[in-house]
C-alpha cells in the first residue's frame, strides 16, 4: 500500500506538548478555553482550534504499579474513512482523499453536512464542529507535505516520538522498533495498523492510554445515513431524466 502514513511511539514521548503546539501554530488556529480537570491534560479534549492533542491518563495496574501514560491523539487518516461516507452522503466532492498521500482532508463545504452523523461515523472520535460551521480535524498538514515538508508536529517532536514518512518504511520503522519494546513489555502493539495511516506503538492495554485508541464498534455509518447514500445516486440518475 502506498501513501505516507505516521508512526507515534508513545514510549519515547515526554508529553512536552511541542506537537501540539506546532499544529495550532501551522494551522493558525487559536487559543482554547481550559479548566482545571485535575490532570496536566489541556485543554480537556480535541476541540475546534486543536486538531492534536496530548493526552494524559494515570492508571494503576493489577500489581499495584502507577502508570502514567500520554497519547498524542489525532486522525489516523483512514484507509477507508467512514467520516468521507457521512459527509459525502449530504456534499459530494466535500473530502479530499489524497491519491499520493493518504491524507483525508476536509473542505469548507463540510458545512453542509450533518455533524453528529460525521462524528458518530468517526471510530475514533476525531472530527469537531467549527463556530462558523465547518467540520474540522487535522490535515495531514497537506500543503507542508505537498511541498515535500514533513508535517508540523514531527518536525518540532525532539524525541523521536513522531515519525513520518511513506508507507513502507514507516510500517518497517514501527515493526522494528516493537520488537524492541516487546522484550522489556510483553504487551507491548501497535493499534489497528491495517486499517489506518496514524500508527501508535503502546506498552499496555489500550484503553489506559484513550477510550477511543482503538476504534470504537459503537461508532460507523448508522441506518438512516446508508439509506441517505443509497438513495443518493439513484435520485440523481432520475433527477437526470427528468424533463428540465
Ligand atoms: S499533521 Fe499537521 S494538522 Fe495534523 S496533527 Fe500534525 S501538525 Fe496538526
Ligand atoms: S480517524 Fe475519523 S476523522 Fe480521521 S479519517 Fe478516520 S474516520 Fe475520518
Given at each position: ?29 487559536g487559543a482554547s478555553m481550559t479548566k482545571n480537570t485535575g ?175 482503538i476504534a470504537s464498534a459503537a461508532s460507523g455509518i448508522g ?22
Amino acid at each position: 500500500m502506498a501513501g505516507k502514513s505516521f508512526f507515534i511511539d508513545t514510549t519515547r514521548c515526554t508529553a512536552c506538548r511541542g506537537c501540539q503546539i506546532a499544529c495550532k501554530n501551522w494551522n493558525q488556529n487559536g487559543a482554547s478555553m481550559t479548566k482545571n480537570t485535575g490532570s496536566h491534560q489541556n485543554p480537556p479534549d480535541l476541540d475546534a482550534q486543536t486538531y492534536k492533542l496530548v493526552r494524559f491518563s494515570e492508571s494503576v495496574d493489577k500489581n499495584g504499579k502507577l502508570a502514567w501514560y500520554f497519547f498524542a491523539d489525532q486522525c489516523r487518516h483512514c484507509i477507508e474513512p467512514p467520516c468521507k461516507d457521512a459527509i459525502e452522503a449530504y456534499v459530494e466532492g466535500a473530502v479530499i482523499h489524497d491519491e499520493k498521500t493518504g491524507a483525508v482532508v476536509y473542505t469548507d463545504k463540510t458545512r453542509e453536512a450533518n455533524f453528529d452523523e460525521v462524528k458518530d461515523s468517526c471510530p475514533y472520535n476525531i472530527p469537531r464542529l467549527s463556530e462558523d460551521g465547518r467540520i474540522v480535524k487535522c490535515t495531514m498538514c497537506f500543503d507542508r507535505v505537498s511541498a515535500g515538508l514533513l508535517p508540523a508536529c514531527v518536525k518540532v517532536c525532539p524525541t523521536g516520538a513522531m515519525n513520518f514518512g511513506d508507507r513502507e518504511e514507516i510500517m518497517a520503522m514501527a515493526n522494528k522498533r516493537l520488537e524492541v519494546v516487546k522484550a522489556k513489555f510483553p504487551n507491548a502493539q501497535l493499534l489497528d495498523a491495517d486499517e489506518i495511516r496514524t500508527i501508535y506503538l503502546v506498552v499496555d492495554d489500550p484503553k489506559a492510554y484513550h477510550d477511543f485508541a482503538i476504534a470504537s464498534a459503537a461508532s460507523g455509518i448508522g441506518r438512516k445515513l446508508a439509506m441517505r447514500r443509497m438513495t443518493k445516486p439513484a435520485s440523481r440518475a432520475l433527477r437526470a431524466m427528468l424533463p428540465g
